[in-house]
């Protein structure tokens, strides 16, 4: 497949109460499609965060999702601006450049970043990390791409969004 030159179109979702940041690495062609992250309806995100917050419903539309995530003080973006990609295949970016995720930061109370998948974090550390001054914890792709996580299992990594609470703790992991 084809590499394309592809620029971020969906605008960060936060205010200045967010204090969480979900990082993913690239909207997919999906999600670029349907104007919103986590767009492919086989993807786990929406299910997970859903189960992770205790909602009875998972938020369907591009405001529930909104609504969701201001809601739990989740801020949500990419860590890419732009960059050459074969698809949805993270492992095919080449000439990345990141979103200033700094910036963002400066204008909320984010204090915990997690990244979506390992690109997603070694990109982060590459690029934004020292800028933020904050750590990264990794949590595993809710894309529909890694099949050896379940929604449980997906849960079950990400339930640290809710339960981690107060100051970063030094330790970081890398998934």
Same mark, same amino acid.
């Given at each position: 497949? $084809? ?6 179109? %969906?605008d ?65 973006? $990419? ?14 970016i ?5 979103? $200033? ?14 990244t ?9 550390r ?15 792709s ?16 990400? %339930? ?6 107060? $100051? ?8």
């Amino acid at each position: 497949m $084809d590499s394309t030159k592809i620029f971020h179109n %969906i605008d960060p979702v936060y205010d200045e109460n967010s204090e969480s940041l979900i990082l993913g690495t690239m909207p997919s062609p999906k999600s670029r499609e349907t104007g919103f992250y986590y767009g492919h309806p086989k993807n786990k995100f929406w299910p997970v965060m859903a189960a992770v917050f205790e909602e009875e419903k998972i938020p369907e539309t591009i405001e529930e999702k909104k609504v969701f995530l201001i809601k739990n003080h989740i801020a949500l973006w $990419d860590v890419l601006r732009s960059c050459q990609i074969s698809g949805a295949s993270d492992q095919s970016i080449k000439d990345p450049v990141p979103n $200033d995720i700094a910036g963002l930061v400066s204008k909320t109370k984010i204090k915990k970043i997690f990244t979506t998948g390992k690109k997603a974090g070694e990109l982060y550390r590459r690029f934004c990390m020292e800028a933020t001054g904050i750590k990264n914890i990794g949590l595993p792709s809710t894309s529909p791409a890694n099949c050896r996580f379940s929604i449980e299992k997906l849960v079950n990594e990400y %339930i640290i969004i809710r339960e981690r609470s107060g $100051d970063f703790l030094s330790e970081v992991f890398y998934l």
